[in-house]
């Protein structure tokens, strides 16, 4: 199959992420089995909810919900590996199942992205390596009355990360996305692990960062702005800065107005379907979705546009059907 740089396409159109795997999981209502199936049917810890399991346990859902999204007209996969580190695991003793877990994942996602561009050589797809923020921090302390305790240091971060990039790496990955950032030094940490790594391995995959702005503050959760956060990270040759989940596509305008005034790198945007509602589920409709990103589309501030948290292919389709009528934003690659 021929290669594609998604540099070069960057520069003609808008590329379409895709939506939340954890929405799509939901609807099949899985059970404990679910999660052990082949796997690990005799671990000690309950394991429903950790869905990127299911990679190994229930691969034909995750290529259902991948599938689903190329569908509706997604030009990039997420892998099912937003927990896949060592440290995200071990809250549930499976740090021993990082390699094939992400392994897993991103072979699940490139034989789906290969059968959709085959189809259609004109639109090939692409695979990002999903790579979530941990469940630990780096920048603040855990506990209020020890405000110099650090629950990671920035080697174990770096450790762990690497761990899970030479998995997507050697699963297929075309491009590496480090996602829902909300302390960048975990995220300096895993942009140090992908440029270790790659010069290990003699790649050179292409490098997204997606930051998320916790509040109405504008800030992340360890208290950067839009424009810190970006200067933060800058140094890196990466293809693209964004943000993503914590805030809807309207909440989330202001501050990529920021980023597509400051930044030389593509812009990614993608947002949750609006804001959970009192049982912690997304309201927001695919048709209201797309009025608000079509702000974005209005004013150039995009390159690259998904969803996050409560969105489907129904939103992804609206996203895709809007962008073919935009140029994208305008970039140095």
């Given at each position: 199959m021929p290669q594609h740089n998604i540099?070069?396409?960057?520069?003609?159109?808008?590329?379409?992420?895709?939506?939340?795997?954890?929405?799509?999981?939901?609807?099949?209502?899985?059970?404990?089995?679910?999660?052990?199936k082949g796997w690990f049917e005799g671990h000690k810890k309950p394991l429903k909810g950790n869905n990127d399991l299911l990679s190994l346990t229930r691969p034909e859902i995750i290529k259902e919900i991948h599938a689903a999204y190329f569908e509706a007209g997604a030009d990039i996969a997420e892998t099912n590996t937003f927990s896949g580190t060592s440290i995200a695991q071990a809250d549930y003793d499976l740090?021993?199942?990082?390699?094939?877990?992400?392994?897993?994942?991103?072979?699940?996602?490139?034989?789906?992205?290969?059968?959709?561009?085959?189809?259609?050589?004109?639109?090939?797809?692409?695979?990002?390596?999903?790579?979530?923020?941990?469940?630990?921090?780096?920048?603040?302390?855990?506990?209020?009355?020890?405000p110099g305790f650090r629950a990671v240091s920035y080697d174990q971060l770096v450790d762990a990360y690497s761990d899970q990039v030479r998995a997507l790496i050697d699963g297929g990955c075309d491009l590496l996305l480090v996602e829902t950032v909300f302390d960048t030094l975990n995220a300096k940490a895993a942009l140090f692990a992908i440029d270790q790594v790659q010069e290990e391995k003699g790649t050179a995959l292409p490098i997204?960062?997606?930051?998320?702005?916790?509040?109405?503050?504008?800030?992340?959760?360890s208290g950067q702005t839009t424009e810190a956060f970006l200067v933060s990270i800058e140094h890196m040759p990466l293809l693209s800065v964004?943000?993503?989940?914590?805030?809807?596509?309207?909440?989330?305008?202001?501050?990529?107005?920021?980023?597509?005034?400051?930044?030389?790198?593509?812009?990614?945007?993608?947002?949750?379907?609006?804001?959970?509602?009192?049982?912690?589920?997304?309201?927001?409709?695919?048709e209201l979705m797309g009025a608000q990103i079509k702000q974005f589309l209005d004013e150039g501030l995009v390159n690259i546009i998904g969803g996050c948290c409560g969105t489907t292919p129904d939103h992804i389709k609206a996203i895709a059907d809007l962008v073919k009528n935009y140029e994208p934003r305008r970039i140095e690659l």
């Open positions: 540099q070069d396409i960057l520069k003609k159109r808008i590329l379409v992420l895709d939506g939340a795997m954890g929405t799509m999981i939901q609807r099949y209502t899985l059970t404990e089995d679910d999660f052990r740090q021993h199942i990082v390699y094939d877990l992400n392994y897993h994942s991103a072979k699940i996602a490139r034989e789906v992205a290969d059968e959709f561009t085959a189809k259609n050589p004109d639109k090939p797809r692409f695979v990002a390596g999903s790579i979530g923020p941990t469940n630990r921090t780096a920048s603040l302390s855990p506990d209020v009355n020890d997204m960062v997606s930051g998320t702005i916790t509040d109405a503050s504008g800030r992340t959760l964004g943000l993503n989940c914590a805030l809807g596509a309207e909440t989330m305008r202001p501050y990529l107005q920021i980023l597509n005034k400051n930044s030389r790198f593509a812009v990614s945007a993608h947002p949750n379907a609006g804001l959970p509602n009192e049982f912690g589920e997304y309201d927001e409709t695919a």
